[in-house]
């Protein structure tokens, strides 16, 4: 089946803070995230919220110009079934890079925009190298896909499909009503 998520990382943020950006608060802890809506801090210093659902095509790019406002933010959505994925980074209200990948539709499919970071064309080349590889041995992998989700893991260090037996997640329940 695989993943159906999206997620948010906010550099220098901690997971209380992140958190309190979507209005939740920090609950029980576990070594997966399988809750709703879920918070990891990466070693790269930035908290990272996971919904476990994948969200695009929203939030519309105004909801994150706004949101992104004094802040960088990576968003990432991720659907496996259909061999999509995005990732983008924000900062202070403006799309600094976009990339995107659509593998229902072809497997070499690639779309970016913006100032891409540097190492994007040398993960290009090695992701379209080994596609070449795969498609002689026909065997129905897709490492075009990767190229979002690495690009994303390099800036942020999590990807979502890496396991680390040190890794803890927490739970983001909502907070109660004020009377």
Known sequence: ?????????????????AAALFGREVGSSSEDFDATVNAYRSEKNWAIIILGYCSFPNPPDSYLSAFSQGREMVVVHIEEHAMFARAELWSSGKNIWRV???GDKNVRDLHTTGDLPTSFESLRQAAFSKQDKEDSKRSGVDSVFDIPLDLAAELTGFRHDERAPDR????????PIQK
């Not at 997620?7 to 901690?14: A, D, E, I, N, S």
């Not at 803890?168 to 907070?175: A, T």
């Open 168 to 175: 803890l997640f927490f739970e983001l329940v909502e907070k």
């Open 1 to 17: 089946m695989g993943f159906s998520i999206s997620w948010f990382g906010f550099r220098g943020y901690g997971i209380k803070e």
């Open 100 to 102: 995107w990948h659509s």
